[in-house]
């Protein structure tokens, strides 16, 4: 298995509250994403990040933003959390051809 | 209309079928083509990885490309209830210095005993 760890890998927040969620890789893969899956909606894109610093964003970016200051770390921050948030969040790395994924998120807003 | 479409579904078949699975795609700048499985409340898990057209096999599943037509298929043969799950269907080009990644919806498979 490609070593990627998502942490946590389950949380609970209020409406409001800033989250943080963090991917952690140890394969030195250059390119890092993070998705959410809903029901109905597949795999979305929020950001993406193609080196230390650079990142841009996805497809449903509003009210989250990323960093990445190591090539092993690429975290995704929900400013303030709502309850249209609530989903499964999935981080995954490549190296420009085939992607892992880690094994999700599970965030409720409450 | 979407980049990536794909049936969702569900496909329920009995155990020992051939099973096909397809998605069509609108961005002929795609280069890269994979099939992810999905069990419930897990990551994708990477299936086939594929970048030209034609086929390729591995075991009981082949990951079939063709550019012309823009059409992807992945079958399975001697399908197993283990091989029960969602599949999804994947794309790369090139994005500003990254690669895009695009998901087709994903069709959810059953093999019933």
């Known amino acids: 298995d490609a070593g990627i760890t998502q942490s946590p890998r389950h949380k609970v927040t209020e409406t409001g509250t800033p989250v943080t969620l963090r991917c952690h890789q140890t394969e030195n893969h250059r390119y890092m994403y993070w998705y959410r899956q809903d029901p109905g909606h597949g795999l979305r894109l929020i950001h993406y990040?193609?080196?230390?610093?650079?990142?841009d964003k996805g497809e449903v970016s509003d009210g989250y933003s990323v960093s990445r200051s190591k090539t092993e770390d690429f975290l995704l921050t929900l400013e303030s959390a709502t309850s249209s948030q609530t989903s499964v969040y999935f981080c995954a790395i490549s190296e420009g051809g085939e992607a892992f994924f880690g094994q999700g998120t599970r965030l409720t807003v409450v | 209309q979407k980049e990536v479409e794909q049936d969702p579904g569900p496909l329920s078949v009995p155990e020992g079928a051939i099973v096909s699975l397809n998605c069509t795609y609108s961005n002929s700048a795609f280069q890269y083509f994979m099939w992810y499985r999905q069990y419930s409340r897990k990551g994708p898990e990477l299936l086939m990885y594929t970048y030209s057209s034609g086929n390729k096999e591995d075991g009981r599943f082949t990951a079939q490309v063709d550019k012309s037509s823009k059409y992807i298929s992945l079958f399975i043969r001697d399908s197993q209830p283990s091989d029960s799950a969602t599949y999804l269907c994947a794309m790369t080009s090139p994005l500003q210095g990254a690669q895009k990644l695009v998901f087709g919806q994903g069709t959810r498979l059953t093999i019933n005993p």
């Open positions: 990040s193609y080196g230390v610093k650079d990142t």
